[in-house]
């Protein structure tokens, strides 16, 4: 049974994900592909984080802390030194509506002779997109297969009623890979500097937090009213964008000063030292958990 403080962690780890989540469903990622990556991230951390002199932390210790079972951690483990390539090829933990799509360009029972998808009928005797439901699919009913297909624009309906799938791939938004390196990059470094907060704060008194932690600031309202809420954005746009462009300035000149060290051959492993430091700054508010129309 949770206790209260347990409690407080669920509610906080939701409000983590949700977000996360609503990006991965837009991305057409589903749990079972999002589970498999979960569980190597949790045996990773756990054997490199924990482990002792240096070397990864043993099965049974990863098996106590994860809950994941000795079989599972070696299978993990195996997996990631082979370039992790097998734990996403099996068809069974992939989105429904991506196998539906991958039966649709490769079985040939609902090809042409020459290789391309067969338009479907949506129900009827044969080849139709209810018998391929049937049998990809799942317990999901074709219908509201049907729909999220046509939401994602991965089925159209031609002239004849027929249905032709025109994407390979179940992915309602296609992101552009810059987005989803800077988002990665901005997430992933936002929760170093909160963990090593977390964790200096739990052991280290205030002083120590003040010298060994990092700055993580925000200013917030509920009570502004729209229009100084519009008026708040572009002070803090405009803000925001001359700090960052003054610090940037001063990195790119240490940055080229640090070059001319290095072709002259320093040996200043302080001017060598690949140390990644930055600052990030967002704006933020909250939004209904609905999608776009």
């Not at 983590?16 to 592909?33: D, H, Q, T, Y």
């Not at 129900?123 to 297969?145: H, N």
């Not at 025109?166 to 390196?181: E, Q």
Request: with cysteine.
């Amino acid at each position: 049974m949770a206790t209260g403080s347990q409690d407080q962690l669920h509610s906080a780890i939701r409000s983590i994900v949700s977000p996360i989540i609503r990006f991965l469903l837009e991305a057409g990622v589903g749990f079972k592909e999002f589970s498999q990556i979960a569980k190597s991230e949790f045996v990773r951390v756990a054997s490199r984080a924990y482990g002792v002199r240096g070397r990864p932390t043993n099965i049974s210790r990863v098996a106590v802390m994860t809950g994941l079972t000795r079989k599972e951690i070696k299978s993990i483990r195996e997996s990631r030194e082979g370039s992790g390539a097998r734990m996403l090829s099996d068809i069974n933990r992939l989105n429904p509506a991506t196998v539906v799509l991958h039966a649709w360009y490769s079985d040939p029972e609902f090809l042409e002779e020459s290789g391309e998808p067969r338009p479907l009928e949506t129900v009827g005797e044969g080849a139709t997109f209810a018998s391929l439901c049937r049998k990809y699919a799942g317990d999901i009913p074709f219908g509201a297969m049907l729909s999220e297909l046509r939401r994602a624009g991965s089925v159209i309906e031609g002239p004849d009623g027929t249905l032709r799938p025109i994407s390979r791939y179940y992915t309602p938004t296609v992101f552009d890979d810059r987005f989803i390196g800077s988002m990665a990059f901005s997430l992933s470094n936002l929760a170093r500097t909160l963990m090593k907060n977390a964790t200096y704060s739990r052991s280290l008194d205030r002083d120590d937090l003040r010298q060994l932690g990092l700055m993580e600031r925000y200013v917030w309202s509920t009570r502004l009213s729209s229009e100084h809420v519009e008026e708040f954005k572009k002070l803090a746009e405009k803000r925001s964008g001359e700090l960052l462009a003054e610090l940037d300035a001063w990195i790119g000149a240490r940055e080229n000063n640090k070059l001319e060290t290095a072709d002259s051959r320093s040996s200043d492993s302080d001017t060598n030292s690949d140390e990644l430091v930055g600052l990030g700054v967002y704006l933020f508010d909250k939004e209904p958990d609905t999608g776009p129309e």
